[in-house]
């Protein structure tokens, strides 16, 4: 046997790039992936401040209009719908 | 996800083809000490990690990555002391993170050694199941893999008991603790000014979600960890030095004559016990070479030289005049015929085993070859004749009947050079008679090295040498030897006994 690997970080970061080095080829393909990622991560993160801003701009206030609250619901619902799109196509 | 997934189907494919033609390229010398399990595990098993690495770790290394850095700065945007607050946490996440890593890898590394040592074991037992029945070695055999077992076992469970400390319940408490931060600072702060409700929502939104993607990365990170070490194990062997011999192959040189030349040659198969010591010897064209002596006299090694089998170490292999190294492997390989002493055969017809998928050899040349060397008349009798089915490694076949194929399959590459490794006794008497019979007809006008057992069948050769522990101790015709009175006398003396007496 060829007895005991012992690794340091060093040596596993460069395994890591060799390995990664084998996605070259594909490279078109995983930045394409990674902007969908992009646009998912926003997604992700603009909903809860919509939320937020529903709560104090409107619910705390007790301002409850209909056309600024229909478009803030609207907005949220998109982003959820392009979103579980997003996901379905990314990678 | 579809997308990703491909493409890490498609680079372990690439790494497979790597690996299996980087395993074709390496020396002989590499599979003695190599046993092989581990290089099947190496192409299966290690590739297979890797690829779960692709699959599953990069795409949610990267997508954790993304969302966590979008998280932070939002956050920063929202309420900036408070972000400071959640920036606290991250030093705790990453000594987490590091320690499992560290700890993880000892025993995942543990852990893939092992099964790869279970799979030699495996391996070694299945190809050696004939003797370990005869001899009952299923005991001793079975307790080693239950031992390998154990260790394998032990290496799991230490490995468990890591991921359930540090997994779930080392994050979750950081989670915890991070919350009561938060809420808490929301708590102080209201007693102060008026705090909105849509930022605490916000905030706690955040943490779930910030937490989520540590988790994931977390238990990720095993695979990781095994991709690691499964490429490490399979760069190595990417790497390996030990490599066949080299040759030049742009010199063009071609083998003209067939002149064979051993200047003191020495060779060792492991670089400390010399297996050959300082051989030389010629053979001119056409003539006959035989190698005698008893097992580990180092006649096969001579042949393992010529081959290119092995590279040697000292002095030099010539033919016509030229080091061997200098010849391209091709035409070595053409120019020289070897035939071997338990000839493997290939699954297909008998017609590709002969022909080995040359498309360069005509039908005509194989039944040729195989007339030339008196196989044809089984073959002939065989369902379908030349296109008869082989399989199993011919096993339908005698060994007789197997030699004459291999043969053939030398004959019809009309090699200058031959060399043979003479089957030992367990042929037929009449099989025996045609495969003597087709030799003489195939060592005319080839020079030939002949490695013999049986020294009755050498007589007319040309020079034998008579090797003892590496070294030539004897050369000559038969009769120079028999009448030098030496080691060949005796050995001729052991094999015909009963037969010289009366003579």
Not at chain 2, 93 to 106: A, C, D, G, H, Q
Not at chain 2, 188 to 205: A, H, P, R, W
Not at chain 2, 313 to 320: A, E, T, V, W
Request: overall charge positive; hydrophobic content about 45%; aromatic content about 10%.
């Amino acid at each position: 046997m060829e007895g005991k690997i012992e690794l340091t970080g060093r040596e596993q970061r460069k395994i890591l790039f060799r390995l990664l080095s084998y996605t070259k080829p594909y490279k078109k393909i995983i930045s394409f992936a990674f902007v969908l990622l992009l646009l998912t991560t926003l997604g992700e993160i603009v909903s809860p401040i919509l939320v937020k801003i529903f709560i104090d701009d409107y619910l705390t206030p007790r301002k409850l209009l209909f056309t600024p609250l229909f478009i803030l619901g609207s907005v949220y619902m998109g982003i959820q719908v392009v979103n579980a799109f997003l996901l379905y196509l990314k990678w | 996800m579809v997308k990703f997934q491909e493409i890490a189907l498609y680079i372990v494919q690439q790494l497979r083809i790597d690996v299996f033609s980087k395993v074709q390229a390496l020396g002989l010398k590499y599979f003695d000490q190599t046993p092989t399990g581990s290089i099947v595990s190496r192409v299966t098993n290690d590739t297979e990690a890797i690829k779960d690495m692709f699959v599953t770790v990069i795409s949610t290394f990267i997508q954790s990555g993304c969302l966590l850095i979008g998280i932070f700065i939002a956050m920063f945007i929202l309420d900036v002391r408070l972000a400071l607050f959640c920036v606290v946490i991250i030093p705790f996440l990453i000594f987490v993170m590091v320690l499992y890593r560290k700890l993880s890898s000892r025993f995942y590394l543990d852990m893939r050694e092992r099964l790869s040592q279970l799979n030699a074991k495996l391996a070694e037992s299945l190809q050696g199941m004939f003797v370990i029945q005869v001899f009952r070695q299923e005991q001793r055999l079975r307790q080693e893999f239950g031992r390998i077992n154990e260790l394998h076992y032990r290496a799991g469970m230490k490995k468990i008991k890591i991921d359930g400390l540090l997994l779930r319940p080392a994050i979750n408490l950081i989670y915890t603790i991070a919350l009561i931060i938060v809420l808490n600072f929301f708590g102080l702060t209201s007693f102060q000014q008026k705090i909105e409700i849509g930022v605490i929502y916000v905030f706690v939104n955040y943490l779930d979600r910030f937490f989520e993607p540590v988790n994931q990365m977390m238990q990720r990170l095993p695979l990781f960890q095994q991709a690691i070490v499964a490429g490490v194990r399979v760069f190595r062997l990417l790497d390996e030095k030990a490599l066949a011999p080299a040759q030049k192959s742009e010199t063009g040189l071609t083998i003209s004559k067939g002149r064979i030349e051993f200047k003191n040659v020495s060779f060792s198969y492991d670089g400390n016990r010399n297996v050959l010591k300082n051989i030389s010897f010629t053979a001119n064209p056409g003539e006959t070479v035989a190698l005698v002596g008893h097992t580990g006299s180092g006649k096969s090694s001579i042949i393992n030289l010529l081959m290119r089998f092995y590279e040697y170490n000292r002095g030099d292999i010539l033919i016509d005049g030229e080091s061997i190294r200098n010849f391209s492997k091709q035409e070595l390989r053409e120019k020289m015929g070897l035939v071997l002493q338990g000839p493997f055969l290939f699954y297909g017809t008998i017609k590709d085993n002969i022909r080995l998928h040359n498309k360069a050899i005509r039908d005509e040349q194989v039944e040729e070859a195989a007339r030339f060397v008196q196989a044809h008349h089984f073959i002939e009798q065989l369902e379908d004749g030349f296109d008869h089915k082989v399989v199993e490694r011919g096993g339908a076949f005698s060994s007789g009947q197997r030699q004459l194929i291999a043969f053939a399959r030398t004959m019809a590459a009309n090699p200058k050079i031959l060399v043979l490794d003479e089957a030992t006794a367990n042929i037929d008497t009449e099989t025996e008679e045609a495969i003597q019979k087709a030799l003489a007809k195939m060592r005319q006008g080839r020079t030939t090295i002949a490695i013999a057992h049986r020294l009755s069948t050498i007589q007319d050769a040309d020079l034998i040498l008579v090797l003892h522990q590496g070294e030539i101790v004897e050369q000559g015709s038969h009769q120079e030897l028999l009448a030098l009175k030496g080691l060949y006398h005796k050995m001729y003396l052991l094999q015909n006994g009963k037969a010289m007496e009366v003579s």
